[in-house]
């Protein structure tokens, strides 16, 4: 190889490596938060300030079950429970099946911003609407 082709294919290197808008590698994508993909963030009681409504999750299934009570402020079935976590999202679901209660339930996700559940809360037979629940206990520790 000559010498000319060799300065030439260094300055052509140099030159691509350089170049603008190109990054030498990739940032890895951030890491997972492991409380909100295991689900167990949501664990405790949230309640919402509009009123004497509460939701308590007493325990997070791997299998993206619940167990959840709600109360108004007495105990109102909860008659399913489910979380999910995907696309960088917490959401959970919850079905109430009680006396007034029938077909009623809410859609949530974590605000992580917040420390919030926000969403949409559908009632039976009638309009939906937007609800937001606050953080009353966090989990023990133990």
Same mark, same amino acid.
């Given at each position: 190889?000559?010498?000319?082709?060799?300065?030439?294919?260094?300055?052509?290197?140099?030159?691509?490596?350089?170049?603008?808008?190109? +990054?030498?590698?990739?940032?890895?994508?951030?890491?997972?938060?492991?409380?909100?993909?295991?689900?167990? #963030?949501?664990?405790? =009681?949230?309640?919402?300030? %509009?009123?004497?409504? /509460?939701? =308590?999750?007493?325990?997070?299934?791997? %299998?993206?079950?619940?167990?959840?009570?709600?109360?108004? +402020?007495? +105990?109102?079935? /909860?008659?399913?429970? =489910?979380?999910?976590?995907?696309?960088? #999202?917490? =959401?959970?679901?919850?079905?109430?099946? %009680?006396?007034?209660?029938?077909?009623?339930?809410?859609?949530?996700?974590?605000?992580?911003?917040?420390?919030?559940? #926000?969403?949409?809360?559908?009632?039976?037979?009638?309009?939906?609407?937007? /609800?937001?629940?606050?953080?009353?206990?966090?989990?023990?520790?133990?």
């Amino acid at each position: 190889m000559s010498h000319l082709l060799k300065i030439l294919l260094t300055v052509t290197l140099t030159l691509a490596m350089a170049a603008p808008g190109i +990054p030498a590698r990739e940032a890895p994508p951030p890491a997972e938060n492991p409380t909100l993909t295991s689900g167990e #963030v949501l664990s405790g =009681q949230w309640r919402r300030p %509009d009123g004497g409504y /509460v939701i =308590q999750i007493k325990s997070i299934g791997e %299998d993206g079950r619940l167990e959840a009570a709600y109360f108004n +402020p007495r +105990p109102i079935h /909860v008659e399913s429970a =489910q979380w999910i976590y995907g696309g960088g #999202v917490l =959401q959970l679901r919850i079905r109430l099946n %009680d006396t007034g209660y029938q077909g009623a339930y809410y859609l949530l996700r974590y605000d992580p911003a917040t420390n919030r559940l #926000v969403g949409e809360y559908h009632p039976a037979n009638q309009q939906t609407f937007e /609800v937001a629940f606050e953080r009353l206990l966090a989990p023990s520790s133990n």
